[in-house]
């Protein structure tokens, strides 16, 4: 048996961290005396415990620790990477944001429609047209496809309603958007599953247009930027 700090340093986890693992069930010890509470680890217990080490450092929380044992470890590793690649393109697009401001300043009172919410019968049908047709991301925490970097003049959300779960009597939505290259985003727009509406056309009282039916039947006026 091995007391605590001998377990800490052939397992490499602190024994704030051993302590912790052992109040929350993750590691609990071998043996813990009654008469003093000190604890004892077995020898068994050490590749158990140098695991967790090493998922430590990966910053993996306790809960996702927990579930190798049940759902195995590549699998948690996997989830585990899609949350930190989550985390990386976050820190990402404030960076990007960063460079932003410092190129052209940060932008103060500015009062526009940020957001629309549209129906669709097929919710992944419609996200998945929209980020191939637009580039959109989608936060699924929230239902709603992201065009632009928040909080600069191109932040826009598209948030996606279940037509059997947010009934809308107004039926489909009209909304629009600019875009850099008008007969290049109609073209793609149709390639992703969009019905051409109106083709593009110039008029003398706003910029180069079209209009195209999204898979829900939302309609999309598009506009040159």
């Given at each position: 048996m091995l007391s605590i700090g001998s377990f800490s340093l052939v397992t490499g986890l602190s024994?704030?961290?051993?302590?912790?693992?052992?109040?929350?069930?993750?590691?609990?010890?071998?043996?813990?005396?009654?008469?003093?509470?000190?604890?004892?680890?077995?020898?068994?217990?050490?590749?158990?415990?140098?695991?967790?080490?090493?998922?430590?450092?990966?910053?993996?929380?306790?809960?996702?620790?927990?579930?190798v044992h049940e759902r195995g470890l590549d699998t948690v590793l996997a989830e585990h990477r899609e949350h930190l690649q989550a985390q990386a393109d976050s820190l990402t697009q404030l960076i990007e944001t960063v460079d932003h401001y410092l190129e052209k300043g940060i932008p103060v009172n500015t009062k526009r429609i940020t957001q629309v919410t549209i129906v669709a019968d097929e919710p992944q049908t419609s996200i998945a047209f929209y980020r191939n047709a637009f580039d959109a991301s989608y936060h699924q925490e929230i239902n709603s496809l992201q065009f632009g970097t928040y909080p600069d003049d191109d932040f826009f959300?598209?948030?996606?309603?279940?037509?059997?779960?947010?009934?809308?009597?107004?039926g489909p939505t009209k909304f629009g958007l600019l875009v850099d290259d008008l007969d290049a985003a109609h073209a793609r727009a149709l390639a992703a599953g969009a019905v051409e509406i109106e083709s593009p056309i110039d008029t003398p009282w706003k910029p180069r247009s079209s209009i195209v039916m999204d898979p829900g039947g939302n309609h999309i006026d598009l506009y040159q930027g």
């Open positions: 024994i704030t961290a051993l302590r912790h693992y052992d109040d929350v069930g993750l590691l609990p010890p071998a043996y813990v005396d009654p008469d003093t509470g000190y604890r004892r680890y077995g020898q068994d217990q050490i590749s158990q415990a140098r695991l967790y080490a090493a998922l430590r450092r990966l910053r993996m929380p306790v809960d996702a620790m927990r579930a959300l598209l948030t996606i309603a279940n037509a059997e779960r947010h009934p809308w009597s107004g």
